[in-house]
């Protein structure tokens, strides 16, 4: 069973994302290991980011009013691009950081950003963000970390948003 979670760290920063668990003592021991205190905890249920776009046209579709699908596509490529090229990920989110229009999703990528110098994968930065990310997305990324092909899965992931989509975003 996956659970939505709001928490706070030891820092003070609220954080947010998915957790599987047995059941939501099992939820907060999890989070309590990952020394995040639980503020709010609920049973998720949603579909996933491919039912989403399936169902509606690109225009219509927003990601937790962070970012659009199309937005959302075109940071995915740009982000494979600059890691297929050699630029560390912490350097490539302060680049797409610092280009991103939409205040909301520049404070997301800076967080992920944040995250990762603190030691956390993408994927585990990603999940913390469940608003933003959707967990297919997140668990097709951690399977690019872990097979080294990180930038192809995102190239793949907007490749097939963007077939799905039936909208011609431009690639860069």
Do not use: C, W
């Not at 205190?37 to 399936?54: E, H």
Request: charged share 30%.
């Amino acid at each position: 069973m996956k659970f939505a979670y709001i928490g706070e760290t030891r820092q003070k920063e609220q954080v947010s994302g998915v957790v599987d668990a047995a059941d939501p003592t099992e939820a907060k021991l999890k989070l309590r290991a990952l020394q995040i205190r639980p503020v709010s905890l609920k049973v998720k249920t949603q579909g996933s980011l491919l039912d989403k776009i399936r169902n509606l046209r690109l225009d219509e579709i927003t990601i937790g009013s962070v970012i659009d699908l199309k937005g959302m596509l075109i940071f995915m490529r740009q982000f494979s691009s600059l890691i297929d090229a050699g630029v560390p990920i912490v350097q490539a989110l302060d680049i797409l950081g610092k280009q991103e229009k939409k205040k909301l999703f520049r404070q997301v990528i800076f967080s992920l950003k944040t995250d990762i110098e603190g030691g956390s994968t993408l994927a585990e930065a990603m999940s913390r963000r469940s608003n933003v990310f959707d967990g297919l997305f997140v668990t097709l990324v951690q399977s690019g970390e872990v097979s080294g092909t990180l930038e192809k899965t995102l190239r793949r992931l907007s490749d097939h948003g963007q077939e799905v989509a039936g909208e011609g975003v431009r690639r860069e």
